[in-house]
């Protein structure tokens, strides 16, 4: 499975953007895999961002909750995640990341899914 991102940039607070995770050697709904986001600002721990599974059920850490939203095409086999009201804080280079397992669909283990695109730069300012 080869995962490529796309959409990060600056903006400035306030402002909106959506990330985009397109997925290469797997085909959505073939079989279960959950995907996700993750997040590492530079001297920081990677964060777990958002989850979501092949039916559909999505999970967010609080950070994020009510700002951002994690969605897939299944069609066009790409994950989204739809960024509004960001805050500084939230600068980072963003992870898509992808695991079969079952159970673990969870933001806190995103970031040790065993695929994992380059990541994509998110810069917010004040």
């Known amino acids: 499975v080869q995962l490529v991102e796309s959409g990060g940039g600056s903006v400035q607070a306030g402002g909106s953007l959506r990330l985009s995770c397109a997925a290469f050697g797997y085909t959505y709904s073939t079989y279960y895999m959950c995907m996700g986001w993750f997040r590492q600002a530079p001297g920081k721990e990677r964060e777990g961002v958002a989850g979501?599974?092949?039916?559909?059920?999505?999970s967010y850490a609080d950070s994020v909750k009510g700002r951002f939203t994690i969605s897939q095409d299944n069609a066009k086999n790409t994950l989204y995640l739809q960024m509004n009201s960001l805050k500084p804080e939230d600068t980072a280079m963003y992870y898509c990341a992808a695991s079969p397992a079952v159970g673990y669909c969870y933001p806190q283990y995103v970031a040790d899914f065993g695929y994992r695109g380059q990541g994509t730069q998110v810069t917010v300012s004040s």
């Open positions: 979501i599974d092949s039916d559909g059920s999505t």
